[in-house]
């Protein structure tokens, strides 16, 4: 019977230590628009922008922070890696306020290097916008930003097979027309 006493004064205790942080916490209500982007093509070099749009569907302002993460692994899509550089993703505000009811735009630019290492990939990263807040639970939604480069990747053996092929082809050519001419 102890035992069970002290059990119960325990889990009382718990309860009230910790409820108040449960009832603290504050019920953000916001979305984005879009929850996906792709970016096809971009060839290296150049840069692509789009328009992210957070809804506060709040009776309060609300301030919001905006950066870049890399999914998860198993949650990337397949065919695609990790984007390389996270710098290469700016925006025009990484930290914003929304007001009550309302809505705001936060331009997002991205720029690839160009590089010709660059060319040929598919890439996945996150762009997480979270809603600052005091309690100790916060609220991060996330859009998915899908980049594919254009351009073919030039491998050395490659270019050197290209260059023997046409070796190949020029002696093969010369060979048969001054065959040709001297049976005339």
Do not use: C
Request: charged fraction near 20%; aromatic fraction near 12%.
């Amino acid at each position: 019977m102890p035992g069970r006493l002290k059990s119960a004064g325990l889990i009382a205790a718990f309860l009230v230590i910790f409820f108040p942080f449960l009832t603290v916490a504050e019920d953000l209500n916001f979305s984005l628009i879009p929850a996906e982007v792709h970016i096809d093509n971009l060839p290296p070099g150049e840069v692509a922008e789009f328009e992210l749009t957070i809804h506060n569907k709040d009776d309060l302002a609300h301030n919001f922070t905006i950066a870049t993460f890399p999914p998860p692994e198993d949650e990337r899509r397949e065919g695609s890696t990790e984007f390389p550089d996270g710098s290469w993703i700016s925006f025009s505000s990484p930290k914003i306020e929304v007001g009550p009811n309302s809505q705001a735009n936060v331009m997002v630019t991205v720029a690839i290097p160009q590089e010709q290492k660059w060319a040929g990939e598919d890439w996945e990263t996150w762009l997480g916008v979270t809603a600052e807040s005091t309690d100790l639970l916060g609220l991060k939604l996330h859009v998915r930003l899908l980049v594919s480069t254009s351009g073919i990747r030039f491998r050395a053996g490659f270019i050197v097979g290209i260059a023997a092929a046409i070796v190949l082809l020029g002696y093969a050519g010369y060979y048969y027309f001054k065959r040709r001419t001297k049976s005339e």
